[in-house]
């Protein structure tokens, strides 16, 4: 019975302290301060000695349990006051919980005292995937004051060596403390345990717990910072560092003619960040892509890929500009802005411009150089850049033509004029075009036009003008194969001859100088038509002047039509720059001389005077031409149309008797207008 009610109050006893423990009420500052788990499950304890007097010490006893709420039961005594250690071998702590407290018995009989109650740290690890999930619990709650605030996570691999792979503040955890380990170890035994120090020098440690992980979670996919071409012509291409720490290697991919993607190398190593290929990229844009590969073989998925700028340049000549067509670089948040670079005849690269377009047309040209570009994209921060394939050009711009020269400007009839030129052959050109103006200061229009042939003697005819009215000024201009006018000849005119037709049966010629041969005019020839013939020798020279003048007299030529046409001829003077020597036709004027007709008033056949009758007629086209005569009763007795036949005074072949006799003369004048005569004529016998 007396054991039987010791037992009961010891019980008592036992909840009191608990209770105490709960509310966080201490008694002398007596404190359990770390629990360790060793390798076998045994459990060691440590406490401290505060407040407790050694000379009352009889023993401590320390009480076990797997449960917070008990039973607890005595594993130890400990009979020396300074001993303050306890290790319980039984408590098999690597699979079970265990709570612990000491009690102080002293020997004069004053209450036991009770430290609070503590729990071995119980480290649970669960796997899951390639992680491993920690799960633990504090020693006590709130924790022991001299406890520090961090419970510190060791990972053991290899075998036997563990290391600090990070720590828990308690102070800020769930009262059940967690953490996930990322495994990066391909296929092996992981083991992990928890520790905590305390500021008098013991450390609580948790039980080892662990299992077989296998790493099988991809690591994250790369992503590259840029492709690029480098002077070779090959592919170059960047990434930013991986962020998976058990990234081992970069595989750089290219997408092939049938879309799929084609390993180009593996990059060892996770600081590697770019690899220069030996891919060609000058003919076609080349698409690359990245992934990467672990220590365990895991690949990422592929990342997004980036294609190489393709650049293309082409001639345009008749703007003189090389134009540069790109494809875009689009991989980047925000759109680039390009800059266009240029290397001419194999100097230094310098940029001629920038643009956020994928076009561009460079005019600062030189024929015959050899102009290399690359479009380098830059991005808005200007810290990533793209640059494109070299393209390469040699613009080549059609010598212009030397010289273009009128020869002559000649007049070929009343509306049209020919102009010969001589021009530059060997010139690129599709043509040459006329221009015509009434005025040397122009303006010019075009009147005709005449295809290039390689000739280089051309001659252009204008159909469109009145040459009697007023000279003419013309150009020759040069037309390149773009349709522009690209050289302009000389001024030159056509020469205006005008005239006045005077009744002392002279006429007058006036022309203008022409001026427009180099060495000018040597002299003129004049050149004369009567009754439509025109005589090849010119029937006077005049020499060169500012006004030029002759006179021409046409008593000699009484009996012709009356019309006079002049030409002017010019020809030119010795010294010509392109040796030539030339001649050139005015316009062609017909002056008038008024008609004279004189008519007998009488006649003797046979009186060896005046024997035949008939009119005499002066500057009278004689085309149409009558001439009759009647007797008094009004009979004819004579009809003609020969301008050069005169009535003998017979009449049927017999004589006509002597008398009066009417007569009637028609003609027409030049200008097609009617003359007609009547009169009478005495027959004398």
């Keep these: ?331 980047w948040s925000l759109p680039p802005t390009y800059e266009i670079l240029v290397s001419v005849n194999g100097g230094a690269e310098s940029v001629v411009g920038t643009t956020t377009n994928t076009f561009f047309s460079d005019t600062g040209l030189i024929s015959g150089s050899t102009f290399c570009y690359r479009v380098r994209a830059m991005d808005v921060g200007r810290t990533r850049t793209s640059t494109s394939n070299k393209s390469c050009i040699v613009p080549n711009f059609p010598p212009p033509p030397t010289f273009s020269y009128i020869r002559k400007v000649t007049v070929t009839g009343p509306n049209s004029i020919k102009v010969d030129g001589y021009v530059d052959a060997a010139a690129a050109v599709i043509g040459y075009e006329l221009l015509r103006s009434g005025s040397p200061a122009g303006p010019f229009v075009s009147v005709a036009s005449l295809p290039a042939d390689g000739n280089p003697y051309i001659s252009i005819s204008d159909f469109s003008v009145n040459t009697s009215a007023q000279a003419y000024y013309y150009k020759l201009t040069t037309i390149d194969s773009c349709g522009l006018q690209v050289y302009d000849s000389q001024i030159s005119k056509s020469i205006l001859l005008t005239g006045t037709s005077h009744s002392d049966y002279t006429n007058t010629l006036i022309w203008d100088d022409f001026l427009e041969w180099p060495t000018g005019v040597d002299y003129y020839n004049i050149y004369r038509s009567v009754n439509g013939f025109r005589d090849p020798v010119p029937i006077a020279t005049v020499i060169n002047g500012n006004l030029q003048l002759y006179t021409d007299t046409v008593i000699d030529d009484f009996y012709s039509d009356g019309e006079f046409c002049y030409t002017i001829e010019a020809i030119e003077a010795q010294g010509n720059p392109y040796f030539f020597l030339d001649s050139s036709l005015s316009n062609e004027i017909c002056l008038r001389q008024d008609p004279v007709i004189f008519i007998p008033n009488a006649f003797h056949p046979g009186g060896n005077l005046n024997e035949s009758f008939g009119p005499y007629n002066g500057f009278v086209d004689t085309k149409d031409y009558s001439f009759d005569i009647f007797n008094r009763w009004g009979e004819n007795v004579y009809s003609t149309n020969n301008p050069n036949a005169r009535w003998d005074g017979t009449s049927h072949q017999a004589l006509s008797p002597e008398g009066v006799y009417i007569y009637q003369i028609k003609a027409k004048k030049v200008d097609g207008s009617e003359i007609k005569k009547v009169g009478a004529v005495t027959l004398i016998r």
């Design 1 to 331: 019975m007396r054991n039987l009610s010791r037992m009961r109050r010891l019980k008592v006893i036992v909840f009191i302290g608990f209770l105490l423990n709960f509310i966080g009420f201490e008694a002398h500052c007596f404190s359990i301060h770390c629990v360790s788990v060793g390798a076998n499950g045994g459990v060691t304890i440590t406490w401290d000695k505060n407040g407790l007097q050694g000379a009352f010490f009889q023993k401590y006893y320390v009480y076990h349990s797997t449960v917070s709420s008990g039973p607890y039961s005595p594993v130890d005594s400990i009979f020396v006051f300074n001993n303050t250690t306890s290790t319980d071998n039984a408590a098999a702590a690597s699979n079970n919980l265990a709570f612990y407290y000491v009690v102080f018995k002293s020997n004069n009989g004053d209450p036991d005292l009770y430290t609070d109650t503590v729990q071995a740290i119980f480290l649970n690890v669960i796997p899951n995937g390639s992680s491993a999930n920690l799960s633990w619990n504090s020693t006590h709650s709130p924790p022991i004051t001299t406890n520090y605030s961090y419970y510190k996570i060791y990972r053991e691999y290899p075998a036997g060596i563990f290391t600090l792979i990070d720590s828990i503040n308690v102070n800020t955890a769930p009262a059940t403390m967690s953490f996930i380990d990322v495994i990066s170890i391909c296929s092996d035994t992981v083991k992990y345990k928890i520790e905590v120090g305390d500021s008098t020098g013991c450390k609580s440690v948790s039980n080892i717990d662990g299992d077989h992980f296998s790493d099988q979670t991809a690591p994250d996919p790369p992503v590259i910072d840029s492709v690029s071409v480098d002077a070779n012509g090959n592919v170059v291409v960047a990434w930013f560092e991986g962020t998976s720490p058990d990234t081992k290697i970069y595989q750089v991919q290219y997408k092939d003619i049938n879309g799929y993607f084609q390993p180009v190398t593996d990059v060892i190593g996770i600081h590697s960040t770019n690899y220069s290929t030996v891919l060609p990229a000058t003919a076609q844009m080349q698409t690359i892509d990245l992934v990467t590969i672990d220590s365990c073989a895991n690949q990422s998925a592929q990342c997004p890929p980036h294609s190489t700028i393709f650049l293309q340049t082409g001639f345009e000549l008749c703007a003189h500009a090389i134009n540069l067509n790109w494809t875009p670089y689009s991989f």
